[in-house]
């Protein structure tokens, strides 16, 4: 149990395109989610955090206009990356949180990650 | 905010040594310390984790020890295998009103040699 899809897996993008990363739970209701970025040899730094049905919260430094984040259902968050820069290519990891069950309240279920390409 | 220290950068062992990794914590009221084992372009894989209320936790051959009143929590794999080669990164979360978000260890790249 516990899965966490995201699609697509791979995107390469002219600049100034936008392009949408959809993250879903498959099999439990995501309370929260998380959209992480993650370059090359280096961490993962937390973009934006969202609850169903309110805004996104966005980590200090993330421009809440570039990067759209919707959180339409309880198993659907998507990313939009607006007017994309080659600045923008990067590994983008979604995760999602199911809630108060018991010792799993904490835990995060990451994605596979999508690997974003600006030309 | 919190913040996470990780050492070392870079580990190399031999194949059946053992592996320690320490983080540090900013934050006395994080209780969640899960770690993470990531394989080049894959998802972070959570391989143990420990909450506040207890000191040390024991999964084979993966350890996790947590000081709260240092503020510091290791990872230790014993008898480790070329398999276990990856980057681990440590995190720390609290709950309520942060949403339970982690915050991420820059990362440890482990090597085993054969």
């Known amino acids: 149990g516990a899965v966490v899809s995201q699609h697509p897996s791979r995107v390469i993008c002219k600049s100034g395109t936008s392009v949408k990363i959809e993250c879903r739970s498959l099999?439990?209701?995501?309370?929260?989610m998380f959209w992480y970025r993650q370059f090359p040899k280096q961490s993962l730094m937390l973009m934006a955090t969202s609850n169903e049905g309110s805004k996104a919260t966005y980590e200090q430094g993330v421009e809440k206009d570039k990067f759209l984040i919707n959180h339409a259902s309880l198993t659907l968050s998507t990313l939009t990356v607006t007017s994309a820069h080659p600045e923008d290519s990067s590994f983008y990891i979604c995760s999602a949180r199911g809630g108060n069950w018991g010792e799993s309240y904490n835990e995060q279920f990451f994605g596979p990650g999508t690997r974003l390409t600006v030309l | 905010g919190e913040n996470v220290e990780q050492h070392p950068s870079t580990l190399s062992v031999q194949e059946g040594d053992s592996a320690v990794i320490k983080c540090t914590y900013s934050?006395?009221?994080?209780?969640?310390f899960p770690w993470y084992k990531q394989e080049l372009g894959k998802r972070p894989q959570l391989i143990i984790d420990i909450r506040s209320n207890v000191g040390e936790k024991k999964d084979q051959r993966i350890a996790v020890t947590l000081n709260k009143t240092a503020k510091h929590f290791s990872l230790h794999i014993t008898e480790t295998q070329p398999e276990d080669s990856a980057v681990y990164f440590c995190?720390?979360?609290?709950?309520?009103?942060?949403?339970?978000?982690?915050?991420f260890g820059k990362g440890t790249l482990l090597t085993v040699n054969p």
């Open positions: 099999d439990f209701q995501a309370t929260t």
């Open positions: 995190a720390a979360s609290k709950g309520g009103g942060s949403n339970y978000k982690l915050t």
């Open positions: 934050d006395s009221a994080s209780n969640y």
